[in-house]
């Protein structure tokens, strides 16, 4: 995948970015979710400052990505648990044959 600047449109402000990995239809998406998150929490909270929007859309994503975060782990740690028991359970099904 070769990088390149892309020009985005973030809540009214032009910006050329790279992001490497990504193609610069994902990023023209992750740049219209953002714009959409900012507009929400400007509604919200009625911030006109956009830096200040900026910072709490930011924040605010970082939370959800910290709640996610541990879904994840909970979720993995649970299958984890679910692994061990059937592995137990192969196991000792197999000493009982022997």
Same mark, same amino acid.
């Given at each position: 995948?070769?990088? %390149?600047?892309?020009?985005?449109?973030?809540?009214? *402000?032009?910006? #050329?970015?790279?992001? %490497?990995?990504?193609?610069?239809?994902?990023?023209?998406?992750m740049a219209q979710e953002l714009t959409e998150k900012?507009?929400?929490?400007?509604?919200?909270? %009625?911030?006109? @400052?956009?830096?200040?929007?900026?910072?709490?859309?930011?924040? %605010?994503?970082?939370?959800?990505?910290? *709640?996610?975060?541990?879904? #994840?782990?909970?979720? *993995? #740690?649970?299958?984890?648990?679910?692994? @061990?028991?059937?592995?137990?359970?192969?196991?000792?099904?197999?000493?009982?044959? *022997?």
């Amino acid at each position: 995948m070769i990088n %390149e600047k892309v020009e985005i449109e973030v809540y009214g *402000r032009k910006l #050329n970015i790279e992001i %490497e990995g990504l193609t610069q239809l994902e990023i023209h998406s992750m740049a219209q979710e953002l714009t959409e998150k900012m507009e929400k929490i400007a509604h919200e909270s %009625e911030i006109v @400052d956009s830096s200040k929007l900026a910072i709490l859309t930011a924040l %605010e994503t970082l939370a959800e990505m910290s *709640r996610i975060r541990a879904q #994840n782990e909970a979720y *993995r #740690n649970a299958q984890e648990r679910v692994l @061990d028991q059937l592995i137990l359970q192969l196991e000792n099904s197999l000493a009982s044959e *022997r």
